[in-house]
């Protein structure tokens, strides 16, 4: 059933009825505030990466152990409690030159976005985080890296507190 709209009568509004306040309105500069719960996996994770360490969860189901660490397994949808300290090393397994940040302005040396498949993890995972103290020349898929952390002083609980992976 469709309203013609002779059911409904109004007055359509203009720009100057509230120019000169025949409409009621109120303006007002809310004050949000936002709060982010990491939850329970990446909280962990979080809080282990301040602390200089890699850490992930084991499937007690399908043995598969991945990083970053999640609630549950999307394999066989059973919770995956066992969590397991990694290595920080891994290995190439996918990686780009970009000439380009991230915002838009060009750079002469590219920066080396990889994905580096952990070690420890089952089967492989990976995790994105940049290569440095490498000429890109040399950069390779199966090479092997490990972490260089910034100094115990200035993490934050956040994946830059790993600053990149180098070449072993």
């Excluded at 720009?15 to 949000?32: L, Q, T």
């Excluded at 838009?104 to 103290?133: F, Q």
Aim: charged content about 30%; hydrophobic content about 40%.
């Amino acid at each position: 059933m469709t309203a013609r709209i002779e059911e409904f009568p109004g007055v359509y509004l203009r720009e100057s009825d509230f120019r000169e306040k025949r409409v009621i309105f109120n303006e007002w500069n809310p004050n949000a505030q936002y709060a982010w719960d990491a939850g329970v996996a990446i909280g962990r994770y979080l809080a282990e990466l301040k602390e200089g360490r890699l850490i992930g969860v084991r499937c007690r189901h399908c043995r598969r152990t991945v990083i970053p660490p999640r609630n549950f397994c999307e394999w066989c949808f059973r919770p995956m409690d066992d969590w397991v300290y990694l290595s920080d090393t891994g290995t190439v397994n996918t990686f780009s030159l970009c000439y380009v940040t991230w915002d838009m302005k060009r750079v002469e040396e590219p920066e080396i976005p990889a994905v580096i498949d952990i070690d420890g993890t089952r089967p492989r995972v990976g995790i994105m985080h940049l290569l440095g103290e490498v000429d890109p020349d040399d950069v390779k898929i199966g090479m092997k890296v490990k972490a260089v952390w910034k100094p115990a002083e200035e993490r934050m609980g956040a994946i830059t507190d790993i600053k990149y992976f180098k070449p072993v």
